[in-house]
């Protein structure tokens, strides 16, 4: 596959919305995170865009990172690009030289599957093409989508696929799963799809999408420590912006967006203990939150972009300091 001719190809979700909403924190300037590199087209953008800034490019996928190093080559005395997963902010930040608290002017945060993981079969992300078990973001990571079928009880099993995919027959599944891995491992994605056209009653098979799409996303979850990962970044990244700094956060997956949704509420309240009738001094929210809701892409840009239909965009300013 010839990557090089695909990074032009590749289109930023929600590229405007993003530069609306981040780009009055950054025409004068400062450090922009991107915190989910992937491919650097969202990064390319705002580095031509904004040429007094600052980057910091943060992937855990050894392989986009190369690849958005060379694409942001003309950048090269702007940017600082860190092998790290979002929840490492502080850290990147402490190796570009940056404190990890009040630091960044702003955030961007695109979660979930990149287009390259996507679009690369052997990654074993798509259960349209058959493909090894794997499911790595981080090549270097241990653990496989393979090694969760073969290895998880059922009960374990289960719990990844009702939680993390909200997947009705989880038990069914897991059942199914744990015996045929006993007369064979689970080493492809196609094994893995024919057991869920068996185990998946037809009625339900006829709505509601592919039925391996649930089943998938909670195994890439699972590898890849995703919920767990944006729960303890996200903090981090809130932290790292300095006053009148913005975040935007783009899920595609209901549990991210509860995620990114609970989080910026409990920042953009007030800290005042509620008995009191006055607002304390210092105690007010730290930040505003600057979507109503969270914000989907319009019809021309699915149409355009068929990869933006799920996406749940959610985005704050810092208007106070932490007491």
Do not use: C, W
């Amino acid at each position: 596959m010839n990557h090089a001719s695909q990074t032009p190809r590749h289109v930023p979700v929600l590229l405007t919305r993003a530069d609306e909403i981040l780009g009055p924190a950054l025409v004068s300037g400062g450090v922009l995170i991107d915190a989910t590199l992937g491919l650097g087209g969202h990064a390319e953008y705002f580095l031509r865009t904004y040429p007094e800034i600052r980057l910091i490019g943060l992937d855990r996928d050894t392989e986009a990172l190369r690849l958005a190093g060379a694409r942001l080559a003309p950048f090269e005395d702007r940017i600082t690009l860190v092998h790290t997963r979002y929840d490492g902010i502080a850290d990147a930040l402490e190796s570009a030289g940056l404190p990890p608290t009040d630091s960044v002017r702003a955030i961007l945060m695109d979660l979930g599957v990149s287009s390259m993981q996507l679009d690369e079969a052997e990654r074993g992300f798509a259960y349209s093409v058959d493909a090894p078990l794997d499911m790595r973001m981080d090549p270097t990571a241990e653990l496989t989508a393979a090694d969760v079928l073969n290895t998880y009880s059922h009960g374990e099993l289960a719990r990844v696929l009702k939680t993390y995919g909200e997947e009705r027959f989880a038990g069914r599944i897991a059942s199914e799963v744990l015996k045929r891995r006993q007369q064979r491992p689970f080493t492809t994605s196609a094994q893995l799809v024919e057991l869920l056209y068996d185990a998946i009653p037809a009625a339900t098979r006829r709505t509601g999408g592919h039925p391996a799409k649930r089943t998938f996303q909670a195994l890439r979850v699972e590898v890849n420590k995703e919920l767990e990962s944006l729960e303890s970044a996200l903090p981090a990244a809130l932290d790292a912006l300095e006053v009148g700094g913005r975040i935007v956060v783009m899920s595609y997956q209901s549990l991210e967006d509860k995620v990114v949704k609970q989080v910026l509420a409990r920042r953009s309240a007030s800290r005042t203990p509620v008995d009191l009738p006055v607002e304390l001094p210092g105690m007010g929210p730290e930040f505003a939150v600057l979507t109503r809701g969270a914000e989907k892409a319009s019809a021309q840009e699915i149409e355009e972009n068929p990869r933006a239909a799920p996406v749940r965009m959610r985005a704050a300013e810092r208007i106070q300091e932490a007491g």
